[in-house]
């Protein structure tokens, strides 16, 4: 059962704190898929002779999206995920310019959730500038 769309975007956007210094919002989300971004700033910028965003900002946003489209295919917003391992890979430079992830489920069992996710940007939404693959622990409210 998918996590109820108002308390998802609340949680996303407005509770986690980081997210919401970062300014992560959710442009969709549907059960095994979550579509999110990072709207453009200077501050996100880590090579400023190209410049080109801060790969701690690409990863993040993977890991982010990665972990909420797991929350999608859980029972409810009491359930907790956390990152067991994150791989990211590089593949171009992310212009200065909003970010955009793709996060769809590969699997999600009962204790552990796979996700694989792209990052791109809207002016050139075929250009990947990052894949990632993560896996996230599901510690469901039931179990706790």
Not at 44 to 60: C, E, K, N, Q
Not at 87 to 115: F, K, T
Request: proline fraction near 7%; hydrophobic fraction near 45%.
């Amino acid at each position: 059962m998918p996590v109820p769309p108002k308390e998802f975007l609340s949680l996303l956007e407005q509770v986690i704190p980081f997210n919401k210094f970062l300014g992560i919002t959710v442009e969709e989300a549907r059960e095994g898929y979550v579509r999110l971004a990072i709207p453009y700033r200077p501050e996100l910028i880590g090579d400023a002779s190209r410049p080109a965003l801060h790969g701690g900002v690409i990863s993040t946003l993977i890991d982010t999206a990665g972990g909420f489209a797991v929350w999608t295919q859980l029972a409810g917003i009491e359930d907790r995920v956390s990152t067991i391992d994150l791989r990211v890979d590089y593949l171009a430079p992310g212009a200065a310019e909003a970010l955009v992830a793709d996060a769809n489920i590969v699997r999600v069992g009962n204790r552990v959730g796979v996700v694989d996710v792209r990052c791109w940007q809207p002016s050139a939404p075929t250009r990947t500038v990052a894949t990632g693959k993560a896996v996230y622990n599901i510690k469901r409210k039931e179990d706790a």
